[in-house]
């Protein structure tokens, strides 16, 4: 066989692969990829140092604001002479006959004799309803000796923190060594409404009305806007008003969410007349806002499907609508949920367009309906962090863990979905 020798000063190969200059290039190209890795994994750093320090700066402050420090009065309603029978008692008027009788002053007398004229002062405000609600239950009460954990005043609950006035703190060492004081858990917190004292406010009702402002948001915004971007993706005819509605889409999805307010004031209150403050129309106001995520999320996820899948369906028979409800959709809808999350959890942590249609009213009892007035939790972190009292502190940093709590079980449950409709080809 004859051998064909290449031509030494052919330029197509190169002369110098093994040389200085190439070790060079390849040691200048490996080191920049040490570096773009050392970048990213101190990216990665930075953000989770950042989250820690937020989340243990939430906890450290929200714990308090799940606790409530009481303190143990006893009580000798027959010696105290209450002038009320156990009939009044049963009464629908018990509440109004109990405060008539004096019961209020009573609470205050039997604190004064336990701790001294100080007794009085370190209870909170009004804790006579408390104890009629317990006396109601158990009208023989009157006739026995019984004790009551009361709630105490910002000053002492900060002593027992080791906040506060030296008078404070000595108080509060005094009464914890007698066994009067303690902090507990405080359930009433995630059973009760918005209050005008730190020790009695709940966020069940702005709780409430975030489910339901999520409701009408997610029943409203995920159906049209997975229609809208099936029929722009499908059956839209490629033309210039094509065009424009896409841009508008791409537009309205990075508009600021208080133009959305000012628009669901305009429309949904002046011109509907709609009722103020109502997870109805906060849930129409923020699906307006959430929709454009949606369908372009919902797009993007149709236009990802194969175009083997879709002739596939036609070659064994299937109409157009079979194939992309049948075929098309179920395949997206993966995607399709992930545009859905992240709406929603903007949606959920907007506060900007509620407070333009109303919702940042005092609202003591969660709403019953719809159309009922409410808060979302948003809003009322929003309204507690302006408060100066040190027990409305611990509770807005409390009803922020509620809130990404609630933010982790909706994107928890996003997720699931998501994962059990997803499909692989």
């Known amino acids: 066989m004859n051998e064909v020798a290449l031509p030494v000063n052919d330029t197509r190969i190169p002369t110098d692969w093994a040389g200085p200059a190439m070790t060079a290039r390849r040691r200048k190209r490996h080191a920049a990829e040490r570096r773009f890795r050392l970048f990213g994994l101190g990216a990665i750093l930075v953000s989770a140092l950042f989250l820690a320090f937020l989340l243990v700066t939430m906890t450290s402050n929200g714990i308090g604001g799940f606790q409530r420090s009481e303190m143990v009065v006893p009580m000798d309603f027959k010696a105290l002479g209450l002038t009320i029978s156990e009939d009044q008692i049963r009464s629908p008027d018990a509440a109004q006959a109990l405060a008539a009788a004096g019961l209020e002053e009573a609470v205050n007398i039997s604190a004064m004799q336990a701790v001294g004229p100080e007794g009085g002062r370190i209870c909170r405000n009004r804790p006579g309803p408390k104890c009629a609600m317990r006396v109601i239950a158990k009208p023989s009460l009157l006739h026995e000796k019984t004790s009551f954990d009361l709630s105490v005043s910002d000053d002492l609950a900060a002593a027992t923190r080791g906040e506060g006035t030296q008078e404070m703190r000595a108080l509060a060492g005094q009464l914890e060594q007698k066994g009067a004081l303690s902090s507990n858990f405080d359930l009433g917190f995630l059973t009760r409404s918005d209050a005008t004292d730190p020790g009695q406010v709940g966020i069940w009702g702005a709780l409430k009305g975030s489910i339901l402002t999520m409701l009408v948001t997610l029943l409203l915004a995920f159906p049209v806007g997975v229609l809208a971007a099936v029929y722009l993706e499908e059956y839209a005819a490629k033309n210039r008003w094509t065009d424009l509605i896409e841009v508008s889409i791409n537009n309205l999805a990075a508009v600021p969410s208080i133009i959305f307010g000012l628009l669901g004031l305009a429309v949904f209150l002046t011109f509907m007349g709609l009722p103020r403050s109502a997870p109805l129309v906060g849930g129409m106001t923020l699906a307006l806002m959430t929709m454009p995520v949606i369908v372009i999320s919902g797009r993007n996820a149709i236009k990802a499907v194969p175009p083997s899948i879709r002739d596939a369906a036609l070659a064994m028979g299937a109409s ?104 692989r080809w």
């Open 320 to 423: 157009p609508v079979q194939v992309v409800f049948q075929h098309v959709l179920p395949l997206a809808l993966p995607g399709i949920l992930t545009g859905t999350i992240i709406g929603m959890a903007r949606a959920l942590g907007e506060t900007a367009p509620l407070l333009m249609i109303g919702m940042r009213a005092f609202v003591a009892t969660p709403p019953d309906s719809l159309t009922a007035p409410s808060s979302v939790l948003p809003v009322q972190i929003f309204l507690w962090s302006d408060e100066v009292s040190r027990g409305f502190v611990e509770r807005t940093s409390a009803a922020i863990i509620v809130l990404l709590l609630f933010l982790l079980v909706m994107n928890g449950l996003a997720i699931y979905l998501r994962n059990k409709f997803e499909q």
